[in-house]
């Protein structure tokens, strides 16, 4: 079973930048879709970003073109980088893996089947 731990998340002003990484333990980058999900207080989790085996990536409107989503699969990392963050980027930021032999980078919670336990990013204005 794998397992996936969050880092990086913090408090920082609006307009600022924060990487957020994901390590896995005991799999693969290269076998696996990620993504990277938000949940808010009160709200639903959502997709913000995924990557697939070839390195394809796809993102929420909402943070197309402020966040980047990369791996490093000789260090079995995820990241997200995250620039002009917002007070509405507040939330809890999870990674999770898609062990589907036919995987494809997907916002959709469903298709995954392993998550983090999640790190905290807080925007203030």
């Known amino acids: 079973q794998v397992q996936l731990v969050e880092s990086g998340g913090a408090a920082v002003q609006s307009g600022g930048s924060l990487i957020l990484s994901c390590a896995a333990s005991r799999y693969n980058y290269m076998r696996l879709c990620m993504g990277w999900f938000v949940q808010a207080p009160g709200k639903e989790r959502e997709g913000v970003a995924a990557?697939?085996?070839?390195?394809?990536?796809i993102y929420a409107e909402l943070v197309k073109g402020r966040f980047t989503i990369s791996q490093d699969n000789t260090k079995n990392m995820l990241y997200l980088q995250m620039n002009s963050l917002e007070p509405e980027d507040t939330a809890t930021y999870y990674c999770?893996?898609?062990?589907?032999?036919?995987?494809?980078?997907?916002?959709?919670?469903?298709?995954?089947?392993?998550w983090g336990q999640g790190t905290q990013v807080t925007v203030s204005s």
């Open positions: 990557i697939g085996r070839d390195g394809t990536t």
């Open positions: 999770a893996a898609d062990f589907s032999p036919f995987c494809r980078p997907s916002t959709r919670a469903e298709v995954y089947d392993y």
